[in-house]
């Protein structure tokens, strides 16, 4: 007999497949500080990655070296110096953000190359490639400072990196970039992560971050966001008029940018969590904030490559007695008359309207939401549409047979009726066993 664990297992592996099946020869763009390799949390991480690798999604890597960097300063007596939170790099402060940056990069290479017996890196042959793929240029003077040696990604090597990816290998780029010139520039994992992102069209730009995602005023986690939804979020930040946290100030504003520009996704997850990169690629909700370039829920008319969500959505209520069973072929019939709510690909609502144009009325069928998107209006979006659809159909009254959901459509407008309210040919097809009662609201012109 299986146990609880396995069944989980197995489930999880069953809702992880379509992603595995997305994720396959896409390009992921992942960023992450130097305190994951500081911290020891790399070597956990070096297990997701090689997951990842092995179901054939190319990895670029962006690493930081922040706190080696700041360190390395500190034992050489050099005070580290800053304008607007950008930090000012002289010769001194090049040479040892090259040492700290060299360091981080050959420990990371090792860690990849890892391919112990029993453990997750097991037959792992990562191989890793890095080079001179970023194209760097200073940022120059600001506020009267010159940064100097301080600078900005000009140029990624996209076809560079990807004939590296194609090669099967993970590409890892550090926070220096060099000029044409043959200067060398100190550089930001955020910059060149979005500038790598854009460049590569990646499916994905994850950023690994100390917070657990983006929250609202009220500490909440938000797991998504539109690209506008985060320029919006970061606007009382812009104007002074509330603190961010460091991080968020750092990525937040690179998640919205990539989507903008291509990318398809943003993701900023903890890097605290172990396996949150897993949690939040191969679970439906994830773990932190997702930030892609549009809404992600939309409605829309049903068409018949969308009887199977709908048949998933309602067979369960069917069984419970709350809708009325409808077969396959009775929905491919009817299917002109439903409207969806997709989210991300899936169908996670659905609703019809079925039109008595002699008595100038409509009924509201087969009003349906799956539980876990019931708190976010998917219900109300759907009625809302419904009622716009009556109104351009000079319906002027909507009505409703229900077993359980009385209340939620007295909320909203609906008053209870009776039997003989109904439009006579409605009447007759009444089942009288189910007692279902009946509801209408008047849709004034």
Not at 91 to 119: D, P, Y
Not at 122 to 140: H, K, L, M, W
Not at 324 to 332: D, F, G, K, Y
Not at 350 to 375: I, W
């Amino acid at each position: 007999m299986p146990t609880s664990s396995n069944a989980a297992f197995v489930q999880w592996f069953r809702c992880a497949a379509p992603y595995i099946h997305a994720f396959g020869g896409k390009t992921f763009v992942i960023a992450f500080g130097g305190e994951v390799v500081a911290d020891g949390g790399f070597v956990g991480l070096t297990h997701d990655l090689n997951l990842l690798a092995s179901l054939e999604i190319k990895l670029v890597l962006v690493h930081g070296a922040r706190p080696q960097i700041e360190s390395r300063l500190l034992a050489s007596g050099i005070e580290p110096r800053y304008v607007n939170g950008i930090r000012i790099t002289d010769a001194e402060t090049l040479q040892c953000a090259k040492e700290s940056i060299g360091r981080v990069r050959v420990e990371i290479e090792a860690l990849l190359s890892m391919g112990l017996a029993n453990s997750p890196m097991a037959n792992a042959q990562i191989r890793v490639a890095s080079g001179n793929f970023v194209t760097a240029r200073p940022i120059g003077v600001v506020d009267g400072v010159d940064l100097l040696h301080t600078g900005e990604t000009r140029k990624i090597d996209a076809a560079g990196i990807r004939a590296c990816l194609d090669d099967n290998d993970v590409v890892l780029l550090s926070p220096l970039g060099y000029s044409p010139t043959g200067e060398i520039f100190n550089l930001t994992l955020e910059d060149v992560a979005l500038q790598a992102a854009v460049a590569l069209s990646a499916e994905k730009l994850i950023f690994m971050m100390d917070t657990a995602g983006i929250t609202d005023r009220k500490g909440q986690l938000l797991r998504e966001l539109t690209a506008a939804e985060a320029d919006a979020q970061l606007q009382p930040y812009k104007d002074k008029d509330q603190h961010i946290a460091d991080d968020v100030a750092l990525y937040l504003p690179r998640a919205a940018q990539a989507c903008h520009a291509g990318v398809q996704r943003a993701h900023l997850i903890s890097r605290h969590l172990d396996g949150a990169l897993l949690l939040e690629l191969f679970t439906r909700d994830g773990i932190g904030t997702m930030v892609t370039r549009d809404a992600l829920q939309k409605l829309r008319p049903a068409d018949i490559n969308d009887i199977a969500g709908i048949l998933a959505l309602i067979e369960p209520l069917e069984q419970q007695g709350v809708l009325v069973r409808r077969s396959r072929e009775l929905l491919e019939r009817e299917v002109d008359h439903f409207i969806v709510v997709e989210h991300d690909g899936r169908i996670v609502g659905c609703a019809a309207l079925y039109p008595f144009a002699k008595n100038g009325a409509g009924e509201l069928a087969c009003l349906t939401v799956e539980p876990a998107y019931r708190d976010s209006g998917a219900g109300q979006s759907l009625l809302d549409y419904i009622e716009a659809k009556a109104r351009q159909k000079k319906i002027r009254k909507l009505f409703v047979l229900t077993t359980r959901a009385a209340h939620w459509f007295i909320e909203r407008g609906f008053s209870e009726t009776d039997v003989d309210s109904l439009p006579p040919r409605r009447q007759s097809l009444y089942n009288y066993s189910r007692r279902s009662k009946i509801f209408v609201k008047p849709l004034p012109r």
